[in-house]
């Protein structure tokens, strides 16, 4: 007994407390200890466009299966960009696709002679297209994209102008998402991705440490891409963090702006962020020994942004089971146990309100929260099994 109270309570006090901090490090403290030690500092940069012959050639690679209502747009988009022709080419790979895809590209092919298309007759995954696309690719820099996500003017250009610092080795675009609807989850969606982005660019300004590119569309130095794992489903981080092994920079570049519908389907999205989670532990595990290493920033961002995110299900488990055995030994932390109760039926509150065509943002950000957490939870164990293939289904387009 120690002033009144078991040996026990103590125990939950601190693991409660314990896990309280965490959660709110990684969420709110790490964003802003970074916010402000990267305030009035930006990324160096003096390469200018005024001379055609020092911009690097550019592979862009496509990885698409059934992609036929955002194919054509896709690639009119890049050939409309302002980077020149004869330094672009475009590598599009059909992973299995039953839908018009291939008739679309095929005839896309005799418009544009530096669109190339592969048709693979088995499915294999982004992944694995992907690697083969570069290894048929010639450009100095591979820009991995996706078939849904529109390019600016400007946008190949603003990817490629930072690679004049032979330190950087990976750079990401700023996406902004486009066909929002009060009646699902695409406003707490891109305000997740708008916050992401923007911590990704802090990293960036302080120690070229971004933690992951947006899946999209970035560019890689050719010399510095890494072939995905045939099993592993999150290709774009484990680019990134090869190329941060290496030792070289990966920066986020707000210029290099891409446009993406965004998903407004919860269920769709869950299903979407389980895969991704699944596929976040297979690289904590790839990645462990990052988590403790002498690049500057590297271990703090990995640390602070991604691992005790990705594990964060589990600190809110042992908060509210811990909640659990206060409650009974502490007024105060009966009334706790009770909001935190309260806190935890506000999703369910927030379908049954939906159901009737009612949708309430604030409650809608509750529900995203910890169907996201969720999803992290049902991810981790997903990927401690045997995981044989990197296929996936991708999200459907333009959802009302």
């Known amino acids: 007994m120690l002033a009144g109270y078991p040996t026990v309570f103590w125990i939950a006090l601190c693991l409660f407390w314990l896990s309280v901090v965490v959660i709110l490090y990684s969420y709110l403290v790490f964003p802003v200890i970074i916010h402000v030690l990267s305030s009035g500092r930006r990324i160096k940069n003096d390469f200018y466009k005024s001379d055609d012959n020092n911009l690097p050639s550019v592979s862009l690679l496509i990885a698409a299966f059934n992609e036929e209502e955002v194919i054509e747009q896709k690639i009119k988009t890049i050939f409309s960009t302002g980077y020149p022709v004869e330094k672009l080419e475009v590598l599009i790979g059909s992973d299995n696709s039953t839908d018009r895809t291939n008739e679309i590209v095929s005839k896309l092919t005799s418009y544009f002679p530096n669109l190339r298309f592969f048709l693979f007759e088995k499915r294999r995954g982004k992944g694995n297209v992907v690697n083969d696309l570069f290894e048929l690719s010639t450009g100095e820099i591979a820009v991995l994209t996706d078939a849904n996500v529109m390019l600016e003017k400007e946008t190949i250009y603003e990817l490629v102008k930072y690679f004049k610092d032979s330190?950087?080795?990976?750079?990401?675009?700023?996406?902004?998402?486009t066909n929002m609807h009060s009646s699902g989850i695409s406003h707490q969606e891109k305000t997740y991705i708008s916050r992401e982005v923007y911590i990704k660019q802090h990293e960036s300004i302080l120690w070229g440490t971004m933690m992951g590119p947006f899946g999209g569309c970035f560019a890689v130095r050719r010399e510095l891409y890494s072939p995905v794992p045939k099993n592993f489903l999150v290709d774009d981080f484990y680019i990134n963090m090869k190329v941060l092994e290496k030792g070289f920079k990966c920066i986020n570049n707000l210029g290099a702006v891409v446009y993406e519908d965004i998903s407004n389907n919860l269920n769709d999205e869950f299903r979407r962020k389980v895969r991704i989670s699944t596929g976040n532990f297979?690289?904590?595990?790839?990645?462990?020994?990052?988590?403790?290493?002498?690049?500057?920033?590297?271990?703090?961002?990995?640390?602070?942004?991604?691992?005790?995110?990705?594990?964060?299900?589990?600190?809110?488990?042992?908060?509210?089971?811990?909640?659990?055995?206060?409650?009974?030994?502490?007024?105060i932390y009966f009334y706790v146990f009770l909001l935190h109760s309260l806190l935890l039926l506000l999703p369910l509150l927030d379908i049954l309100l939906k159901k009737i065509q009612i949708h309430f943002k604030l409650l809608r950000f509750v529900t995203h929260f910890y169907s996201m957490n969720l999803a992290l939870l049902i991810g981790f164990f997903k990927s401690l099994k045997n995981i044989e293939s990197n296929v996936w289904k991708p999200t459907q387009r333009n959802q009302a």
């Open 167 to 177: 330190e950087i080795g990976l750079v990401d675009t700023r996406m902004v998402n």
């Open 282 to 331: 297979q690289n904590l595990r790839k990645f462990s020994h990052l988590l403790w290493h002498k690049t500057k920033g590297l271990s703090f961002c990995f640390i602070s942004h991604k691992t005790l995110r990705w594990i964060g299900p589990f600190f809110l488990v042992l908060a509210y089971l811990s909640n659990i055995l206060l409650a009974f030994e502490s007024k």
